[in-house]
């Protein structure tokens, strides 16, 4: 797997139709545009030329907050998600991170024992996070000390 340092505008649309195929509510276009816009880091994992996921980082200080690690259905459950996160470990401790942060859905079993087995620990619940089908759901706010 590689991760190219940063996703440009010519990946949104690839990237923004990978999160459609992935997520009930997935990041728009738009999103992933104004994260680049930011300045946040941006990566594509790519295996043999295609892309099979994609990740979205914030840096503040020595904290970074994870906002997107996505890996396209058809290359889940192989260890691909595991190999992309611990790049973005090893990206962050070299940018002088102490620390992990992320949010994740309740509903979202799966991505709660993928972040536990790569030591993540719940810290605190934000309400009314995400949209649902029904209105809103709170967010599990993880981290990781890295």
Do not use: C
């Amino acid at each position: 797997m590689l991760l190219y340092p940063r996703v440009t505008d010519a990946d949104l649309d690839a990237v923004a139709a990978a999160e459609t195929r992935i997520h009930p509510f997935p990041w728009t276009r738009g999103n992933f545009a104004d994260s680049l816009a930011a300045g946040h880091g941006a990566w594509l994992a790519l295996e043999d030329g295609r892309m099979i996921g994609y990740a979205v980082m914030m840096q503040v200080l020595d904290e970074v907050h994870l906002l997107n690690i996505s890996i396209l259905p058809e290359s889940q459950h192989d260890g691909r998600g595991t190999a992309l996160l611990m790049q973005l470990f090893d990206w962050a401790r070299a940018h002088a991170a102490t620390r992990m942060l992320l949010e994740v859905r309740p509903g979202n079993v799966s991505g709660q024992r993928f972040y536990k087995r790569h030591g993540f620990v719940e810290i605190g619940r934000r309400r009314d996070y995400y949209q649902t089908h029904e209105g809103r759901e709170d967010a599990i706010v993880m981290a990781r000390d890295l």
